[in-house]
């Protein structure tokens, strides 16, 4: 994916995200409660691009929570997505990424 220099981890690993999201991890939460979709996109048997939007952006933009083939091209929604430390998102909505990628709340 790609890394993000944040001010509390350092170089750390990025993913984007709808920009309420990211509204809520810049307020240094912890746990906060989100419904969160995980929009993945493969090329040749590899998550190539990863999205994390809330259920908000999600339905605004009539998405839903997927793994597909990486499109030809993005659509616009994609452009409005913001990118944030994955490790504050964890810390913030209390979960993490799995290996698969899929964003998985902490019971």
């Known amino acids: 994916m790609g890394m993000i220099r944040c001010e509390t981890h350092g170089l750390t690993p990025l993913i984007m995200t709808s920009p309420d999201l990211a509204a809520l991890v810049k307020k240094r939460l912890r746990d906060a409660e989100a419904e969160i979709f995980s929009v993945l996109y493969v090329y040749l048997g590899t998550v190539a691009m990863a999205f994390y939007p809330s259920k908000d952006f999600a339905d605004a933009h009539s998405l839903r929570a997927c793994v597909g083939p990486l499109p030809d091209e993005l659509d616009e ?17 209390g979960g993490e990424f799995g290996n698969d990628h899929q964003w998985r709340r902490a019971r």
């Open 77 to 93: 929604w994609s452009r409005e997505t913001v990118p944030c430390c994955a490790r504050c998102f964890e810390r913030a909505f």
